[in-house]
């Protein structure tokens, strides 16, 4: 059975910093790209970047410079490092996999398998 958990959510204030993780298991995990995703209340879901298969990552203009995505192969393990996070930042986190990379991912394509949510909230 395929599962994706991301994990680490709460309550941050503003300016401070937070790591999300993404645990993956039932696929073969090096195989795939890992991209996080995030769904604020009342907007559509947004791509904010991905690490692919071949270790290269690609982030958008949201997550530049403040996000970091790191992946660890030995425990199928994706973690997205936020920085200075802003009160515009608060949304539902979404880790998912697919065989696709930046671009398709980038443009809400190429997954095959999400994960729930875990849900950030930044405090002003």
């Known amino acids: 059975e395929v599962q994706l958990q991301a994990s680490g959510g709460g309550l941050v204030q503003a300016g401070g910093s937070l790591r999300l993780s993404c645990a993956a298991s039932?696929?073969?995990?090096?195989?795939?790209?890992i991209g996080w995703f995030r769904q604020a209340p009342g907007k559509e879901r947004e791509f904010l970047c991905i690490?692919?298969?071949?270790?290269?990552?690609y982030y958008s203009d949201s997550a530049k410079g403040r996000f970091t995505i790191s992946r660890d192969n030995a425990k199928n393990t994706v973690y997205l490092q936020m920085n200075s996070p802003k009160p515009g930042d608060t949304a539902v986190y979404y880790c998912a996999a697919g065989l696709g990379g930046a671009t398709l991912f980038s443009l809400g394509y190429g997954m095959d398998y999400w994960g729930k949510g875990t849900l950030v909230t930044v405090s002003s």
């Open positions: 039932g696929f073969t995990f090096d195989d795939y790209s």
């Open positions: 690490s692919s298969a071949d270790g290269t990552t």
